[in-house]
């Protein structure tokens, strides 16, 4: 299994422009989260997905952020416009079942907005 | 607001002992504790669990004690190895939502040869 895969690895941009994240969980696995960390604010959950639905978006710090997951393979996490203080890491995750079960992280797309 | 605190941001033990990463919370409503580890360039890794319900959990190398009434839970590795050297990160939930994790700031560490 290749594991939680997000792309790009990185990405560098300028302030107002569109940022799409992408973001394939293990395969088998109903249930996505992407996390942002931060230097100021740690690891944060932005959005949960469970069955390809979004249970809890309370996270997502603004009307510019935008999640969609519109199959069990694959989700995005947008960003228009961008502004230099979303320069982050962000983290997608996927596990099976909403439970105790472990949580399987990507290799994280790090983001700088210029 | 910092419901998970790791209050060092850093250790370094020589191989062989015992290293000790502690981990402080605040909600009392939380029930599940994870430790995650994490390298350069990688996502976090899981490492160990533990429920309310108990308050030793132990994987090989790997402890987590929980001491509810304290609100404070810790982990051992016996014996470090520098492999070991990577940020640990404490989380925890609560059953109202499982999935909701809080994570600590993490621990740097650092196990010498």
């Known amino acids: 299994d290749a594991g939680v895969i997000q792309s790009p690895r990185h990405e560098v941009t300028e302030m107002g422009q569109e940022v799409t994240l992408r973001c394939k969980p293990i395969s088998g696995h109903n249930s996505l989260f992407w996390y942002r960390q931060t230097m100021m604010r740690g690891l944060e959950l932005l959005i949960y997905?469970?069955?390809?639905?979004?249970?809890?978006d309370s996270g997502m710090p603004e009307d510019r952020f935008s999640a969609k997951m519109p199959n069990a393979s694959f989700s995005t996490l947008k960003i228009q416009p961008s502004e230099p203080r979303d320069s982050a890491v962000y983290f997608c995750a996927s596990s099976l079942g909403e439970g105790y079960n472990e949580q399987f992280f990507g290799p994280g797309t790090r983001l700088t907005v210029l | 607001d910092q419901q998970v605190k790791q209050n060092s941001p850093s250790l370094s033990v020589q191989e062989g002992r015992i290293s000790i990463l502690n981990c402080d919370y605040t909600n009392s409503m939380f029930d599940y504790f994870l430790w995650y580890k994490k390298y350069p360039a990688e996502g976090p890794t899981f490492l160990i669990s533990?429920?309310?319900?108990?308050d030793k959990n132990e994987d090989g190398r790997f402890t987590v004690f929980l001491n509810k009434s304290a609100k404070h839970l810790s982990l051992h590795i016996v014996p470090s190895q520098p492999g070991d050297s990577a940020v640990y990160f404490c989380?925890?939930?609560?059953?109202?939502?499982?999935?909701?994790?809080?994570f600590g700031a993490g621990t740097r560490l650092t196990v010498k040869p």
């Open positions: 533990i429920s309310s319900i108990k």
């Open positions: 997905f469970n069955n390809n639905v979004p249970i809890d």
């Open positions: 989380a925890a939930s609560a059953v109202s939502a499982i999935y909701d994790m809080r």
